[in-house]
């Protein structure tokens, strides 16, 4: 029989990885994670966690320490366009009932404190290079550390928690997705320090013409500004990017200007462009692919860590159940197979409305006549803005927020206030319609395919 290491190999060890390391560990498997990076680190992303991701946290045992890290509660979210300012709060997930922006060397630290406390060996500062094959199945991982030494560690099971470059898709050649979008903006990011106490419980969205920029307040006292101009703006950025920053802010974005007033930039300017969106393969014969790795959606909805953690933590649960298996077990593997597969179509039909709805969130069109009305509808009714906001902690699901009705009492409206160009109105409601109804099939067709027991 094979050498085996551990249960379980997890590569990458943020949000997926040690999600999934933990709930493995306390299921009382063997489990190695290992990463590149050493903790505390950052990494490109910004850390907004609405209810629900927050509520993750709480699933996973480890929300206290993230709380102790003193990002503030964000129990309000504002939605604001020229002349137009919505505001309220989020229904409660398991009791909790606001979002909170933690930056990521704090929040990941967090995480893998908690794996370790589980029972999980992390290595940092461990680069996976290969895979180790046995009869066609994944086997182990073949691991470089920073000071040059190299190793094998074998395990009946591989999750890649890589994210969106995963090594591991590449090695077992799902890097290739099955369903993918194109990203329509880009993401542009500063911290700045924020003495307005009174704005400080709020993340609050502007969006004017195409731009679409946001303020979270988060832990040290800071507030994480991020700017999603669209995508084909990223060129005006890339030359040089603080200056476009701030020209972005005060000449098109000048609501948000007015919420920094007396704010100072205290970093420089992060970037990310080109987010393509997808859904890789991410099961297959001792492996999977976990968070980013697998699937990836504009970070305009701010969906990613929360998936993460929570497809982390319920593969962690299904391996976990398990009989331990060994490489070449036959029955056992098979079982194994069984269970991540069953875990991706799990991660499919929960995640496929949010991802359409993501990317039509996300892209760069400018505020348009139903935005408008959207916006004065949420003003109006805050149990309906609440209703929205829900959508973004995945308790309403976007279709019972845009509902049929909704959009053409909205159209209505638009048709009938002095100034609109019926033709152009005409145009964008056919379109979404038409989108809303093949995205709705789409969704259909896989719950259709993947019906499981309630
Ligand atoms: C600009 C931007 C803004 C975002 N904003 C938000 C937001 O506000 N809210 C939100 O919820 N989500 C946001 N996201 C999404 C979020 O960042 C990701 O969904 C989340 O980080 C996924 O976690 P993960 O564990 O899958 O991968 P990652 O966080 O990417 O971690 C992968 C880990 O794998 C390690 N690794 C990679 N290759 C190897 C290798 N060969 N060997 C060993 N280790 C390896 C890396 O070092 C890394 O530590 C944003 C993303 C971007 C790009």
Do not use: N
Not at 4 to 15: E, H, K, L, P, Q
Request: with cysteine; net charge positive.
């Amino acid at each position: 029989m094979a050498v085996t290491d551990a249960d379980v190999v997890i590569v990458g060890a943020r949000c997926a990885g040690s999600a999934a390391a933990a709930t493995l560990a306390g299921a009382g498997r063997r489990v190695i994670a290992v990463d590149s990076a050493r903790f505390p680190s950052a990494t490109i992303s910004t850390h907004l966690l609405w209810p629900d991701g927050l509520a993750e946290l709480a699933r996973l045992g480890v929300l206290e320490s993230v709380e102790a890290l003193g990002a503030p509660r964000l129990p309000l979210a504002s939605v604001e366009i020229p002349g137009v300012r919505a505001a309220g709060g989020y229904s409660a997930v398991d009791g909790i009932d606001y979002a909170m922006c933690v930056r990521r060397a704090g929040l990941d630290l967090a995480l893998v404190e908690h794996a370790r406390a589980a029972g999980a060996e992390v290595r940092e500062g461990a680069r996976a290079t290969g895979l180790v094959w046995s009869d066609g199945r994944v086997a182990g991982v073949e691991v470089a550390e920073r000071d040059g030494r190299s190793y094998r560690l074998r395990a009946p099971v591989v999750v890649g928690a890589d994210g969106r470059r995963s090594a591991v898709a590449r090695l077992v050649g799902a890097a290739e997705p099955y369903r993918r979008r194109p990203d329509g903006r880009a993401c542009y990011y500063a911290y700045f320090d924020d003495p307005h106490e009174e704005l400080r419980p709020v993340a609050a969205q502007w969006r004017q013409g195409a731009e679409l920029g946001t303020a979270f307040p988060c832990d040290g006292g800071l507030t994480l500004v991020l700017l999603m101009p669209p995508e084909t703006r990223a060129a005006d950025f890339r030359k040089y990017p603080e200056k476009e920053y701030e020209r972005t802010i005060d000449e098109l974005l000048p609501d948000l200007a007015v919420r920094l007033s007396g704010c100072e930039r205290r970093s420089r300017v992060f970037a990310a462009s080109g987010l393509e969106s997808y859904f890789r393969v991410s099961a297959g014969p001792g492996w999977a692919l976990a968070g980013d790795a697998g699937h990836f959606k504009d970070p305009v909805t701010a969906q990613g860590i929360r998936d993460a953690l929570r497809f982390g933590r319920l593969l962690g649960e299904s391996l976990g159940e398990l009989p331990v298996a060994f490489p070449g077990d036959g029955g056992r593997d098979k079982e194994v197979d069984r269970a991540i597969a069953a875990w991706q179509e799990r991660r499919d039909r929960e995640c496929l409305e949010t991802y359409y709805w993501t990317d039509r969130t996300g892209r760069g069109d400018p505020v348009g006549p139903l935005d408008v009305e959207m916006h004065r509808a949420l003003r109006a009714d805050p149990a309906l803005m609440t209703r929205f906001l829900d959508v973004y902690s995945r308790i309403v699901r976007p279709s019972q927020a845009l509902t049929a009705p909704r959009l053409a009492g909205w159209t209505m409206r638009a048709l009938l206030r002095p100034g609109t160009d019926r033709a152009a109105l005409a145009g964008l409601v056919l379109r979404t319609a038409r989108e809303l109804r093949r995205e709705r099939a789409s969704v259909r067709e896989l719950t259709r395919r993947h019906r499981v027991p309630p």
